[in-house]
């Protein structure tokens, strides 16, 4: 990905190679619809493509086939649909149609423009007879109407004035990529959307179309603007409309615009009545219009959002990419969250995990809470369906969250792996809680925190025992998923302990402040006081595994008696290990995917010491594979706590271009939203040390060496905190008409007043 400056990212290759992966890095997205970066005429015959349109949390569902079944195993799975195209845009000069492989290409250039909120691809071509166009095409998914995908083609007639054609489809006849090589990707169920109709009203066209199962609708009204004189005609077919344009000579720059309203059942009674209204409203607009909204929006998203590391152009291009797309993936309704390619393809089936709340939400709580408070509103809306989950797995009370899911119904049909992580339930209160730790927002927690933290909570109790006075949780997988099914995960007991305890803490919040309500909660969930003891007893009792030889918090009760991985014998052709060993061999073995151990000591580091998370980051640093995208930035984060600055640096470089780079060789699946939230992470809870305290943040600055200077800004409680690191000092500035409690480097400040607080180095 070559570089126009720091926030452009272009390319100029037109390399076979290269399309698959830049048709994710150019997606255009803004939440709720997000379009691959294809070509919209399309490329050569036979060249590989993802042509791909997709509704964040628009599903369809398919029955998981077993070949041994037991009780509880998933009957059904959901899968991201790839919806109706509206891309398709053909020019067609004295029969001649324009392509990027075909006649001449004089230049050529792609980029996303990350401040303005537009893709663009220009291009000068000559036609095989020697007619020259020069073309400007830029597409926007609108941030301000989320429902509105819009394309306009700028197409300058350099040596000629004849009659140009326009040809628009809008294609209902698409299918789902598969790839049966590949676990992360879809192996099946391709043709999973109907066409039910297609129609022409008043210079709208509609598709209106319906998965095949799971009979949600989905429908696509569009409509066209075209500068100069012309005609148009409209083909409708069965499964496809097309609007053609012929337009006149006379002018010598032509202006064409093609505006697409998406709407779905999941969110409207009636999509199609809907989206014909919108795209009426919403056709008056000029384009330039819908990009000024853009620019206003993103004005205020980096406001706050910005990170600024002096010099190098390639890595602040970078950052601010994956800061760019995770506000592109960031679902911004309650009926979704973040897929793990967010809207850019379709690996891991447009599901949503635990990266979410530990890898994402982070980002979004400390610089724009109020997408991340409508991330945890969705989890509370599927907190029935993990309620239900929770039964099926025998559990008489609390919640168990899916796995990975985009309704809530559990969609991992390898339990070992899925179900067993537990973990999710911790996480997920975890995000609420430090949600509300950086808010300080009590009506949040009233809303729906306080009901999933103790709905959470009760599931450590359901599947926990006590033993000789200890309290033990067995059969679970931790995040490290080439260790399954142990007992006592670190990670798992940590997190469980921290749910329980805050458990507690809210429950005797609420008693003192609102106890009516309480109440009221309480009788809804059949909540007793006895429970709540109940909690405290097993937080307290909590066992924490501990090796005293090796002084390390041991990843589960049996991983350390197993046998050392042979890396040494291993091929590099052989990561990651999981697309080439039996899931039995990995299992035998010490070997992480991820850090496990490591990431507890940096989510809850008061349950440890530093010489015990030393000892751990050296023990368990030495066997991990970073065959995860989720690796890079856990372990920059605590190198940077453990004084280890050039594997804090190291492993930090690999996060913040993983995408751009094609690190791992398989962004043409779509892009990695958690990798891109823990580029953050590994700035501000790495590099700046930021911790989130119960009555205060805390920052421990360490500029990496490589830089002169890192500039970031935060909000907490109601204060905008903008931080400077610098060589020879540190410069917090905060703006707030509310108390706050800011440490740093040890040093309590409470500050009630804009303030500017300077650290020497």
Request: charged share 25%; net charge neutral.
């Amino acid at each position: 990905m070559k570089m126009k400056d720091d926030w452009i990212v272009s390319d100029n290759s037109l390399n076979e190679k290269d399309l698959l992966k830049s048709e994710s890095i150019f997606n255009v997205a803004n939440g709720y619809i997000g379009i691959r970066g294809n070509f919209e005429e399309g490329y050569a015959d036979n060249m590989p493509t993802i042509r791909g349109s997709y509704i964040n949390a628009f599903y369809e569902t398919a029955s998981v086939s077993y070949g041994e079944k037991a009780y509880g195993y998933p009957e059904t799975m959901q899968k991201i649909v790839n919806v109706t195209d509206s891309q398709d845009i053909d020019l067609i000069i004295n029969n001649q149609k324009f392509s990027m492989f075909k006649g001449t290409v004089k230049s050529f250039n792609r980029y996303v423009n990350m401040k303005e909120g537009y893709y663009r691809r220009e291009a000068d071509y000559v036609f095989p007879d020697g007619k020259e166009i020069k073309l400007k095409i830029t597409r926007v998914a609108s941030f301000k109407y989320l429902e509105l995908f819009a394309i306009n083609y700028e197409i300058e007639k350099v040596n000629f004035d004849d009659d140009i054609i326009i040809k628009s489809r809008i294609n209902g006849d698409v299918k789902n990529y598969v790839d049966k090589m590949d676990m992360r990707v879809s192996s099946g169920n391709e043709n999973i959307l109907d066409v039910k109709s297609t129609s022409v009203q008043n210079d709208v066209i509609q598709v209106l179309s319906e998965t095949k199962s799971s009979k949600q609708s989905v429908a696509v009204n569009t409509k066209h603007m075209c500068s100069g004189e012309f005609h148009v005609s409209y083909d409708k077919e069965e499964k496809s409309v097309m609007a053609v344009f012929k337009v006149k000579p006379g002018n010598k720059i032509i202006e064409f615009n093609k505006y697409n309203i998406y709407t779905d059942s999941r969110r409207c009674k009636d999509p199609a009545k809907k989206g014909y209204t919108l795209i009426n409203k919403i056709c008056t607009l000029s384009f330039n219009e819908i990009l000024k909204s853009q620019q206003n929006y993103l004005k205020r998203f980096w406001s706050t959002a910005d990170i600024d590391n002096e010099g190098d152009l390639a890595l602040k291009q970078g950052l601010r990419y994956n800061m760019y797309e995770i506000l592109q993936s960031a679902g911004k309704d309650s009926v979704s969250n973040i897929s793990a390619k967010g809207l850019s393809g379709e690996g891991y089936e447009g599901h949503y995990f635990w990266d979410s709340e530990i890898y994402i939400l982070p980002f979004l709580t400390l610089c724009s809470p109020q997408i991340a408070k409508k991330l945890l509103r969705y989890r509370y809306t599927i907190l029935d369906s993990a309620r239900k989950r929770a039964r099926e797995l025998g559990h008489k009370k609390g919640a168990a969250y899916a796995w990975r899911t985009i309704n809530g119904e559990e969609c991992s049909s390898y339990f070992p792996a899925g179900t067993a992580q537990y973990h999710i339930n911790g996480d997920i209160a975890y995000s609420y809680i430090q949600y509300y730790l950086v808010t300080g927002d009590m009506d949040f927690i009233k809303e729906f925190g306080a009901e999933v933290i103790f709905e959470t909570a009760r599931i450590w109790i359901e599947i926990g025992h006590y033993d000789n006075g200890l309290f033990k949780i067995d059969s679970v997988t931790g995040p490290n998923e080439y260790t399954t099914l142990v007992n006592n995960n670190y990670y798992t007991n940590v997190l469980a302990k921290y749910n329980l305890q805050w458990a507690v803490k809210i429950y005797n919040m609420l008693k003192e402040k609102d106890s009516s309500f309480l109440s009221s909660l309480c009788s809804k969930i059949n909540l007793s006081e006895d429970e709540i003891t109940g909690f405290q007893k097993a937080a307290q009792s909590m066992y924490l595994p501990y090796d005293s030889n090796l002084k390390i918090n041991a990843q589960d009760d049996t991983f350390l008696s197993k046998a050392i991985w042979d890396f040494q014998h291993t091929p590099k052709d052989n990561y990651p290990l999981l697309l080439h060993y039996h899931p039995l061999t990995i299992y035998r073995y010490q070997v992480l995917k991820q850090p496990d151990t490591v990431l507890a000591h940096f989510l809850v580091e008061n349950e440890t010491n530093y010489e015990t998370m030393k000892n751990s980051y050296d023990y368990y640093e030495k066997i991990t594979t970073h065959d995860s995208s989720l690796s890079y930035a856990v372990y920059s984060i605590m190198a940077s706590k453990l004084n280890y600055y050039d594997k804090a640096y190291k492993y930090f470089i690999k996060t913040a271009r993983l995408d751009l780079d094609d690190t791992n060789g398989n962004t043409k699946d779509g892009i990695h939203t958690a990798n891109m939230g823990g580029t953050w992470m590994a700035i501000v809870f790495g590099f700046a040390g930021l911790r989130i305290k119960e009555d205060y943040i805390a920052l421990n600055p360490k500029l990496p060496v490589q830089w002169n200077k890192l500039q970031f800004k935060f909000l907490y409680k109601g204060a905008k905190v903008k931080v400077t690191m610098a060589k020879s000092e540190t410069k917090i500035q905060v703006r707030t008409k509310v108390p706050i409690n800011l440490k740093v480097n040890d040093k309590m400040h409470s500050i009630a007043n804009d303030s500017i607080i300077c650290e020497k180095i």
